[in-house]
């Protein structure tokens, strides 16, 4: 059964980077149709798609936030992660993971999300 | 971007009930990548519907979508004391994906 799990400190400063991880268990993060994305979730914006990636490194981001992120892969760990830069309060949210079974395809299983909170 | 928004904002109801659930696009949306979603607190949003209509797997059957172009419709055919929650709709048409506001439905 596939499971996803977010992973990565719950309070960052504000000007500074974001990281988090995500794990993938019960499936290989290579399959071949699959893509791996980030969305995230605050009580101003909603639920709000930040970018996803294939295992083959091909990203495509909301332009919104493209110019701050970073999305990568590794799959030797089964896992991808989220760099977000330049943080302020508007980018505290809950954080989650999800999977994509295609390129313009519904996320079909999420991980459970992470708090994160900017910090002044 | 498509602007997804949905109506009513919060819908009180009793257990039994018939649930119908609006989601308007800005703009026309292909049917089959528009998508609902229930979400309880606490917890990551769950797929109940992709395609417009279609019933994700393991999903009970009272759950059903409609709709196409701008408008799009979840119905809940006999409410569940477990369906009470924020449903979102999705459209993965087009980049940048995007969500709903939600609708709350709540206990009356």
């Known amino acids: 059964q596939l499971q996803l799990q977010e992973s990565g400190p719950g309070l960052v400063k504000s000007s500074e980077t974001l990281s988090l991880s995500c794990t993938v268990s019960g499936d290989s993060i290579s399959s071949y149709s699959d893509y791996w994305g980030w969305i995230r979730q605050s009580p101003g914006k909603g639920l709000e798609w930040i970018g996803s990636?294939?295992?083959?490194?091909?990203?495509y981001y909301n332009p919104s936030l493209k110019s701050r992120v970073t999305i990568s892969v590794d799959t030797s760990r089964n896992q991808f992660s989220l760099n977000l830069s330049s943080v302020t309060a508007a980018d505290t949210a809950v954080y989650f993971c999800a999977r994509e079974r295609g390129y313009s395809r519904p996320f079909d299983n999420w991980g459970r999300g992470t708090l994160v909170t900017v910090s002044s | 971007e498509i602007v997804l928004t949905q109506s009513p904002g919060t819908l009180s109801l009793s257990p039994g009930d018939r649930v119908t659930l609006s989601c308007r696009a800005s703009q026309s949306v292909s049917s089959s990548y528009l998508g609902w979603y229930q979400q309880k607190p606490g917890q990551a949003p769950r797929l109940l519907i992709y395609g417009a209509y279609k019933t994700f797997p393991g999903i009970p059957d009272r759950f059903s979508g409609s709709g196409s172009g701008t408008d799009f419709t979840l119905t809940i055919s006999r409410l569940e004391p477990e369906d009470f929650a924020v449903y979102y709709c999705?459209?993965?048409?087009?980049?940048?994906?995007?969500f709903g506001q939600g609708t709350k439905v709540e206990l009356k």
């Open positions: 999705h459209q993965y048409a087009s980049s940048p994906k995007t």
């Open positions: 990636i294939h295992y083959s490194g091909n990203t």
